[in-house]
């Protein structure tokens, strides 16, 4: 079984192929993954491995391990562009995920005040408040939607909520307008006898008329780049993702590709 990418966390600094040089932060366990989507293409894996027996790691524990990497990075003469929440799972499942925010951004503006800190999130907790308003503080907040289409939506993303359907997502969404990148992987093949393609032209135009409620300031398109747990899926080609980006970008929005 294919299982977590992170055993720490705070991990690297990486090359990230959409944000630069990334410092992450883990707020999941080091040993096991808690997620609130349970995607076909995680590079942490199916859900199905466990939470792990390390736990969430604590506030205090983030802060210090962080002050302690940025004091190293400092030291060395290192450059950073971003401290990125990732890892094994949905960060803003954590707790006390505004207050590691705070922290993380008062911390930011001590070592590496040119960064940028960024959160990936699936978008679940957008309609907590205490979510929404640290998503709000910081720089990048990067979004996650695949599909508009509900059939679509729970076939490649499997929220853990059986009555979570994407127009509740974009709801959520909407109060973030101009403030933050809606992300979307595509892809295409095969789960469990049912055919995948979010690619179709049916697909972009429900998740253009998505990106048009919602306002983003971005969208990123890219595709699958990692060993996946879903094993019969296939990535789009350089050249489609560039078709769709046009497709979108005729609609008003700017558009990174990623492929």
Do not use: W
């Amino acid at each position: 079984m294919q299982t977590v990418l992170f055993h720490s966390t705070i991990f690297g600094p990486i090359k990230s192929r959409r944000l630069g040089v990334s410092l992450g932060i883990n707020l999941m366990p080091n040993d096991g993954k808690i997620c609130s989507f349970d995607c076909l293409y995680c590079e942490a894996g199916f859900n199905a491995q466990g939470p792990g027996k390390d736990g969430i790691p604590s506030r205090e524990s983030v802060k210090k391990g962080l002050k302690r990497k940025l004091e190293e990075m400092k030291a060395n003469g290192e450059t950073l562009d971003v401290i990125t929440f990732s890892g094994n799972g949905e960060p803003t499942l954590h707790p006390h995920f505004l207050e590691v925010v705070k922290d993380v951004i008062r911390l930011r503006d001590t070592y590496f005040p040119e960064a940028k800190v960024s959160v990936l999130t699936n978008s679940t907790m957008a309609g907590k408040s205490s979510i929404a308003e640290a998503l709000k503080l910081v720089d990048n907040n990067i979004v996650k939607l695949d599909s508009a289409m509900a059939g679509t939506f729970r076939t490649v993303n499997r929220p853990g909520s059986p009555n979570m359907i994407p127009e509740g997502v974009i709801d959520d969404l909407i109060q973030f307008k101009g403030q933050c990148i809606v992300q979307t992987m595509m892809l295409r093949g095969e789960y469990e006898d049912k055919h995948i393609d979010n690619t179709t032209d049916a697909e972009v135009d429900a998740l253009i008329e998505a990106y048009k409620q919602i306002e983003p300031r971005e969208v990123m398109i890219y595709s699958i780049d990692r060993k996946t747990p879903a094993e019969n899926l296939v990535k789009v080609t350089a050249e489609e993702l560039e078709a769709i980006a046009t497709r979108i970008r005729k609609a008003g929005f700017k558009v990174q590709v990623n492929a």
